[in-house]
């Protein structure tokens, strides 16, 4: 599969490529396509020195990636999502849009350990109610980039995946398997994504509280 990683510049976009890059094509979106192509040169480094072999993986800027990619994830922050999508609307129409984003009250200068709750409900319901002729899934915001990043090992946490598209979710839920250690739950339908979202902040605090690296939820009596 084709996933496209807008903003795989950053962390997040970062070490979901890592993760990915074993079995699916990647292509980083950058607002600058020579800041993705140097991400790229940096996640190929990573691999070969692991001795993990990879398939395809390119840097474009954010509109090309998002004409190229089957799965578009968008990992950029919160407050400049929608900025970002007003020039790509096009490029994203019937494909399968992931929602990551937590909707921080960092982004305006409170603490990490709060939320700014967007008037949809959620980061997914108002990335939905924009990108009305997309597929919108919601994961990853459980999941911390130095966990994901830290390739020779499992990623110690579940994935809470929402949606009201089954066939799409039913995707993602696919992709993860290929993240080792982690299983992909189906939460139910996208308005889910606000519980989600907002357990983002608490395991910061407990981050922060327990000097933790990443901490991450389980989901208990799913795996007999
Ligand atoms: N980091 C984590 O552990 C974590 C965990 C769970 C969920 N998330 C979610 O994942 C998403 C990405 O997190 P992150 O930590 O990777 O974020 P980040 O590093 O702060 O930003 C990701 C990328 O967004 C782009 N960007 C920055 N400012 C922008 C702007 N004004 N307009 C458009 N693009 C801009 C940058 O890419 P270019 O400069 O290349 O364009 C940057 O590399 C967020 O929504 C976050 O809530 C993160």
New binding site residues.
């Given amino acids: 599969m084709k996933i496209s990683i ?10 979901l490529a890592l993760r990915f890059a074993k079995n699916h094509d990647i292509i980083i ?4 396509k020579e ?2 192509e140097e ?1 790229v040169e940096t996640i190929k480094k990573i691999l070969s020195s692991k001795g993990i072999e990879y398939k395809n993986i390119i840097g474009l800027d ?1 509109r090309m990636a998002s004409k190229e990619g089957e799965v578009i994830i ?8 929608l ?2 999508l007003a020039n790509i609307r096009e490029e994203l129409k019937n494909k399968i849009v992931v929602s ?5 009250a960092t982004a305006i200068g409170d603490k990490p350990t709060r939320v700014i709750i967007p008037p949809q409900g959620s ?1 997914a319901e108002m990335i939905r109610d924009y990108l009305k002729e997309s597929k919108v899934v919601s994961a ?9 990043e830290c390739i020779e090992s499992p990623v110690d946490c579940d994935i809470l995946v929402c949606g009201d598209d089954k066939e799409s979710k039913k995707v993602i839920i696919n992709l993860i398997k290929d993240i080792d250690g982690s299983i992909g739950i189906d939460c139910g339908g996208l308005e889910m994504s606000r519980y989600v979202e907002q357990i ?1 902040p608490l395991l910061i605090g407990l981050n922060i509280k327990y000097k933790l690296k ?1 901490s991450g939820i389980r989901i208990t009596g799913l795996r007999d």
Wanted: net charge positive.
């Fill in positions: 807008l903003g795989g510049t950053g962390d997040q976009g970062f070490g979106g950058s607002r600058k800041k993705a991400a954010n968008l990992s950029l922050p919160y407050q400049h999502i900025s970002t990551i984003g937590v909707p921080l980061v990853f915001q459980n999941v911390c980039s130095k966990e994901l983002t990443g």
